[in-house]
Every structure is written in structure tokens, then in C-alpha cells.
């Protein structure tokens, strides 16, 4: 099993920036990739950004540009950095770990509300 726990989440102004970390605990070995998705309210969850073991990412084009997905192999630990915010970005944040084997698990998730 593994453990995820988001954090970093909050309040923040439009134009404002935050940082989100994920960080991984338990069997952690054979995760080959980590990515972030947001479920905003009355939505479907939206896939943002994934990093591979190797430290290749992706995007979605929705949101390329914006946010830069990075890790800390010493930390077992992902982050996003959000920048520009707006309030569409108001969501909840979830970190989610692909394992060998068909495994995948999920946070539970950090609230972004995005507000003046």
C-alpha cells in the first residue's frame, strides 16, 4: 500500500501562486509516475500534470504554462507550483501515484479556493 498526503492548499487572491506537495509513504517502490488532478465542484476529475521516476513531465494543455510539477527523491515527495491563479482554478488538488502492476493510488486531496 501506499500513502499520499497533500498539502499546501488554502485561500489565495486571483494572480496569486501556491505550492502543493504530495508526499509518499509505505510500499513506495515501483512507482514509476506521479501526477496531480483537481475536481472542481459539479465537474469530473481533470488530470493537470504528471512526472515520471525519471523526471520526464507532461501537461495538460489547459493548463501549460501555468504550473510546473517537480520531486524530491530524497523527500518521496511531488510538488506543483500553481502560478497566475484564477478563480476557475478553485478545485480540490489531488496527487496521484502509478505503481508497477497495475497499482494506482490517490490523496485525499487539499482544497485551492482562489478568491478576492
Known amino acids: 500500500q501506499v500513502q499520499l498526503v497533500e498539502s499546501g492548499g488554502g485561500l489565495v487572491q486571483p494572480g496569486g501562486s501556491l505550492r502543493l506537495s504530495c508526499a509518499a509513504s509505505g510500499s513506495i517502490s515501483g512507482i514509476y509516475a506521479m501526477a496531480w488532478y483537481r475536481q472542481a465542484p459539479g465537474k469530473e476529475r481533470e488530470y493537470l500534470a504528471l512526472i515520471t521516476s525519471g523526471g520526464s513531465t507532461n501537461y495538460a494543455d489547459s493548463v501549460k504554462g501555468r504550473l510546473t510539477i517537480s520531486r524530491d527523491n530524497t523527500k518521496n515527495t511531488v510538488y506543483l507550483q500553481v502560478n497566475s491563479l484564477k478563480p476557475e482554478d478553485t478545485a480540490v488538488y489531488y496527487c496521484?501515484?502509478?505503481?508497477?502492476?497495475?497499482?494506482?493510488?490517490w490523496g485525499q486531496g487539499t482544497q485551492v479556493t482562489v478568491s478576492s
Open positions: 496521484q501515484a502509478n505503481q508497477k502492476g497495475g497499482y494506482y493510488y
